[in-house]
C-alpha cells in the first residue's frame, strides 16, 4: 500500500479528532455566535475585523472543519480506488463524507436559524461517526499490509450481543453528555456522584434531570464494559484483537468517569472538559472496529461451517 494514502488516512483521522474537540470547545466556550448569524462568512466579512475571543474558536473551528473535509473527501475517493476490492471500503467512504458533510449543514443552520438544545446535541454524535468512518477506513488501508487483521475471528452470539448493545448504548450516551453541554447543565449539581443540591435526593429541575441522566448512563456502561473485559479476560484470552480491545475500553471509559468527576471538581476545567469528550471519542471508535469484526465474523462462520469437498482424486 502507498505510503502517501496511509499518511493521509492517519492525518485524517487525527483531523477528525481535532474536529470533535473543536466542536466541544465551541460549546463549552459558548463561541457558537461567534461570526454573528453569518455562514460560511464570519459576521458578513471575508476578514474579520471586529477580533473577539469567541470570533477567533468559531472561525478556528470552521477553517478545520473545512480544511479536514476535503482531507476526508481525497481519502474516500482515494480508498474507493486503491482498496474498493475490499466490502467495506465503499460504504465507509461514503459515510465518512455524507456525516462530516451533514454536520457542517446543521452547524451551518444553527448560526443562521437557531436550533433547539435537543437537536444541537445530534451535532457531536454525527460527527462522531464520521470519525468511526475514516477510522476504520484508515485501518483497512493498513490492513492491507497485514496488520490489523482478524481474518479468522469467529465471535460468538454472546459476545456479539454486548459488542452490538454497547456500541448502540454507547451512542445513547455520547447524546446525553453533549445535551449537557448545550443546556449548560455541566455544573448544575455542585457534587459528584448524586446531585443533592437543597438536601433534595431527587433532581429538581429539567437541567438536574438532564445532568444526572448523564450520570446514570455514564454509570451503567462503566458496569458493562467491566463485566465484558471480565469476560474477555476469562474466556478470550486467546482472542488478542478482543482481549486487548476490551482491557482498552475498560482503561478509556475508566478514564471516561474520571474525568467526568474531575469536571465537577474543577469547576468545568477546559483541558478537563475537553479531555472527557476525548475518551469517549476513542472508546466509541474502538466499537466501532468491534463492529466490523462482528460483520466479519458470520463469514469466517460460515466458511468453517461449509463442508470441504473433496476432490475425486482424495475421495479414493
Excluded at 481525497?74 to 476490492?85: E, F, Q, V
Excluded at 472496529?289 to 463469514?299: A, G, H, M, Q
Aim: proline share 2%; with cysteine.
Amino acid at each position: 500500500m502507498k505510503r502517501s494514502l496511509k499518511w493521509l488516512a492517519v492525518l485524517t483521522t487525527i483531523g477528525m479528532l481535532f474536529v470533535l474537540l473543536g466542536g466541544a470547545l465551541v460549546t463549552k466556550t459558548d463561541s457558537g455566535m461567534g461570526c454573528g448569524k453569518s455562514w460560511p462568512l464570519c459576521n458578513g466579512e471575508f476578514v474579520p475585523t471586529n477580533i473577539t475571543p469567541e470570533l477567533v474558536i468559531e472561525l478556528a473551528h470552521r477553517l478545520v472543519s473545512g480544511s479536514v473535509g476535503i482531507m476526508v473527501l481525497i481519502l474516500s475517493i482515494w480508498t474507493w480506488k486503491a482498496i474498493g476490492h475490499i466490502r467495506e471500503t465503499k460504504f465507509l467512504a461514503v459515510l465518512s463524507f455524507f456525516f462530516l458533510l451533514l454536520q457542517a449543514l446543521i452547524g451551518a443552520a444553527a448560526v443562521v436559524w437557531g436550533q433547539s438544545d435537543f437537536v444541537l446535541a445530534l451535532h457531536f454524535g454525527i460527527s462522531l461517526i464520521s470519525f468511526a468512518a475514516v477510522l476504520l477506513l484508515t485501518m483497512l488501508i493498513f490492513e492491507v499490509d497485514k496488520k490489523f487483521q482478524a481474518e479468522k475471528l469467529v465471535i460468538d452470539n454472546r459476545m456479539r450481543f454486548h459488542i452490538i448493545g454497547l456500541s448502540i448504548y454507547s451512542y445513547l450516551v455520547v447524546y446525553t453528555g453533549a445535551l449537557v453541554r448545550h443546556m449548560n447543565a455541566s455544573l448544575v449539581c455542585k457534587d459528584w456522584p448524586l446531585c443533592t443540591n437543597g438536601g433534595s435526593f431527587l433532581p429538581t429541575n429539567i437541567y438536574e434531570w438532564v445532568q444526572m441522566g448523564h450520570r446514570a448512563a455514564a454509570g451503567f456502561i462503566f458496569i458493562w464494559i467491566a463485566y465484558v473485559t471480565y469476560i474477555a479476560i476469562k474466556h478470550y484470552r486467546h482472542e488478542r484483537v478482543l482481549y486487548w480491545g476490551w482491557i482498552i475500553s475498560f482503561i478509556l471509559v475508566s478514564l471516561q468517569v474520571a474525568a467526568g468527576a474531575m469536571v465537577i471538581f474543577t469547576r468545568l476545567n477546559l483541558y478537563v472538559a475537553l479531555s472527557h469528550a476525548f475518551f469517549i471519542s476513542v472508546l466509541f471508535g474502538v466499537f466501532s472496529y468491534f463492529i466490523l469484526l462482528v460483520s466479519r465474523s458470520k463469514k469466517n462462520a460460515a466458511r468453517a461451517e461449509k463442508p470441504v469437498e473433496l476432490s475425486p482424486v482424495t475421495a479414493k
